[in-house]
């Protein structure tokens, strides 16, 4: 089992960036592959990025392409989302998740809500125009 929990969020002006960081706690952080997903009011839950559980493969939703990168230490226990050149349609509050993959190729990376079986609390960023 793992605990998750983000920080990084707040209120940015448009073209503005933060860096988002979810840090682990439990077992070994290495076995988890892990996702960033957003949320606004009443709306799905929705994929952002992901990363294989030995950072050797990411992906990413179109939307924030070239825009955000995630990235992961695990000697840290932290798993990172770089948000640059934000939009007010970024706003939501960031969510990350943990998935156990240790039966899967250690570059396997997932993009589904229901792949995943730990969440954190959140976090939210606030874009302002």
């Known amino acids: 089992q793992v605990q998750l929990a983000e920080s990084g969020g707040g209120l940015v002006q448009t073209g503005g960036s933060l860096r988002l960081s979810c840090a682990g706690s439990?077992?070994?952080?290495?076995?988890?592959?892990m996702g960033w997903f957003r949320q606004t009011p009443g709306k799905e839950r929705d994929f952002v990025a992901a990363?294989?559980?030995?950072?050797?493969?990411?992906n990413y939703a179109d939307s924030v392409k070239g825009r955000f990168t995630i990235s992961r230490d695990n000697a840290k226990n932290t798993v990172y989302l770089q948000t640059n050149s934000l939009k007010p349609e970024d706003t939501a509050v960031y969510y990350c998740?943990?998935?156990?993959?240790?039966?899967?190729?250690?570059?396997?990376?997932?993009?589904?809500?229901?792949?995943?079986?730990?969440w954190g609390q959140g976090t939210q960023v606030t874009v302002s125009s």
């Open positions: 998740a943990a998935r156990e993959s240790t039966s899967t190729s250690a570059f396997a990376y997932y993009t589904q809500v229901y792949d995943y079986r730990y």
């Open positions: 439990g077992r070994a952080f290495s076995v988890y592959a």
């Open positions: 990363i294989s559980r030995n950072g050797g493969s990411t």
